[in-house]
């Protein structure tokens, strides 16, 4: 059996609906961090963790100079926004791209900060933005791979909702 690298090279960046190309230069998906409590119990020998649930989550984007566009979106911190983020999900393997698929990310949540710009002598400007997630959906060649939404108590592991029977004992 041949070695499979996945690649992804580069990608779009949309914020509700304004294409961002040649504008965002990196873009951090959010970390998923679980929340965990210590257990201990008489007859166990042992102490453990066990999950109760999700920490908060963020992403940020950096842009290769100050876009005015961009600052009229983030500079409202209660209207919730939708980023947007295409790629090419490429496998490699010793006889070169074997596949390439669609890479979508979707983030909606609130701008919490944002730069107005870094200037610099003969360099060009960066502007960072952090957004406060509330709802992230990744896919990976059109398959559910993960998705939170925070607000609804959703929680989806390769489409499969593992809070399912959590809403339903809770009457949510």
């Given at each position: 059996?041949?070695?499979?690298?996945?690649?992804?090279?580069?990608?779009?960046?949309?914020?509700?609906?304004?294409?961002?190309?040649?504008?965002?230069?990196?873009?951090?998906?959010?970390?998923?961090?679980?929340?965990?409590?210590?257990?201990?119990?008489?007859?166990?020998?042992?102490?453990?963790?066990?999950?109760?649930?999700?920490?908060k989550m963020e992403a940020k984007i950096k842009f290769n100079s100050v876009y005015p566009d961009?600052?009229?979106?983030?500079?409202?911190?209660?209207?919730?926004?939708?980023?947007?983020?295409?790629?090419?999900?490429?496998?490699?393997?010793?006889?070169?791209?074997?596949?390439?698929?669609?890479?979508?990310?979707?983030?909606?949540?609130?701008?919490?900060?944002?730069?107005?710009?870094?200037?610099?002598?003969?360099?060009?400007?960066?502007?960072?933005?952090?957004?406060?997630?509330?709802?992230?959906?990744?896919?990976?060649?059109?398959?559910?791979?993960?998705?939170?939404?925070?607000?609804?108590?959703?929680?989806?592991?390769?489409?499969?909702?593992?809070?399912?029977?959590?809403?339903?004992?809770?009457?949510?």
């Amino acid at each position: 059996m041949a070695i499979e690298i996945s690649k992804v090279f580069n990608a779009r960046v949309y914020i509700d609906n304004i294409d961002f190309i040649a504008k965002a230069e990196e873009v951090d998906l959010p970390k998923v961090k679980f929340k965990f409590s210590d257990t201990k119990s008489l007859g166990i020998y042992a102490e453990s963790e066990l999950p109760t649930g999700l920490d908060k989550m963020e992403a940020k984007i950096k842009f290769n100079s100050v876009y005015p566009d961009f600052v009229g979106l983030a500079a409202d911190p209660f209207k919730s926004r939708t980023v947007i983020i295409k790629a090419p999900y490429q496998v490699w393997t010793n006889e070169g791209v074997s596949k390439t698929a669609p890479l979508k990310a979707e983030i909606k949540g609130f701008f919490k900060e944002y730069d107005t710009g870094k200037l610099k002598a003969r360099d060009s400007s960066e502007a960072e933005a952090t957004i406060s997630v509330l709802y992230y959906k990744l896919e990976v060649d059109n398959k559910d791979i993960i998705e939170i939404d925070v607000l609804n108590n959703i929680y989806k592991v390769n489409g499969i909702d593992k809070l399912q029977d959590y809403r339903t004992v809770t009457g949510g």
